[in-house]
């Protein structure tokens, strides 16, 4: 899997967009980048997925620019709930059986949200 | 929304005993994994499980670990002589076929805390 690089830690305020961008340079043809989120004492919740350019669901964007060597993960309004952990992977999810894969967490990102 | 659920949510037990985890992975999924996470530490991969067979297991799943779909709707994870080391938070987690179309995201469960004494 190739080797990501994202912020230790993060703050922000309710209601302020957050950024988070992750650095991926050995990225390969076959990888796709996807985002998970943890609370304290809880499992890994996925978030969002993609390949290349944006991605938008009801919870996130996800921006990835042409050459794919990072990719930013943007949370719009954020409250003080979406205080977590924010983990950026980046692999060929698929696996050998064409279905998958482990996945290889890293330290994260840690967002606090404050009023 | 589909979920991974686990149990128990703690599990307390004494070095050297047997423990089960158990899981319920999302219905329609066919592949399966455990992960832990020491406190403090990251999410370690241990095994990932696909046609009833381990596909990929980590250095951290030893001949005391075993995993097994005894039936339709439960995953289990059994440590056979638990050691203090083993204290972790241990997730279950599953995800679709996607070898016919966009890659699968993997679904995890809140864990179950295994405390050894």
């Known amino acids: 899997l190739a080797k990501t690089t994202q912020p230790i830690s993060m703050d922000s305020y309710e209601g302020q967009e957050v950024n988070i961008t992750c650095s991926h340079n050995?990225?390969?043809?076959?990888?796709?980048i996807t985002w998970y989120q943890q609370f304290p004492s809880q499992g890994p919740r996925f978030i969002i997925q993609g390949y290349k350019t944006k991605v938008t669901n009801e919870v996130a964007s996800l921006f990835i620019p042409a050459d794919r060597k990072s990719s930013t993960l943007s949370l719009p309004r954020v409250s003080l709930s979406d205080t977590a952990v924010y983990y950026c992977l980046v692999g060929d999810m698929r696996g050998i059986t064409g279905g998958g894969n482990k996945l290889t967490f890293g330290t994260g990102t840690q967002l606090k949200v404050e009023l | 929304e589909p979920e991974v659920t686990q149990t128990p949510s703690h599990q307390v037990t004494q070095m050297g005993q047997e423990v089960i985890l158990r899981c319920v992975p999302i219905?329609?999924?066919?592949?399966f994994y455990w992960y832990r996470q020491i406190l403090g530490q990251k999410v370690e991969f241990l095994v990932s499980?696909?046609?009833?067979?381990?596909?990929?297991k980590s250095e951290i799943f030893d001949d005391q670990f075993s995993v097994e779909r005894p039936d339709g709707s439960n995953f289990t994870l059994k440590i056979r002589s638990t050691k203090l080391e083993d204290s972790a938070m241990y997730f279950c987690?599953?995800?679709?076929?996607?070898?016919?179309?966009?890659?699968?995201?993997?679904?995890f469960g809140d864990g179950t805390r295994l405390s050894i004494l």
């Open positions: 050995n990225i390969a043809t076959n990888d796709y």
């Open positions: 219905s329609n999924h066919l592949y």
């Open positions: 499980f696909y046609n009833n067979e381990i596909s990929e």
């Open positions: 987690a599953s995800s679709g076929r996607s070898d016919r179309g966009p890659n699968q995201p993997q679904h």
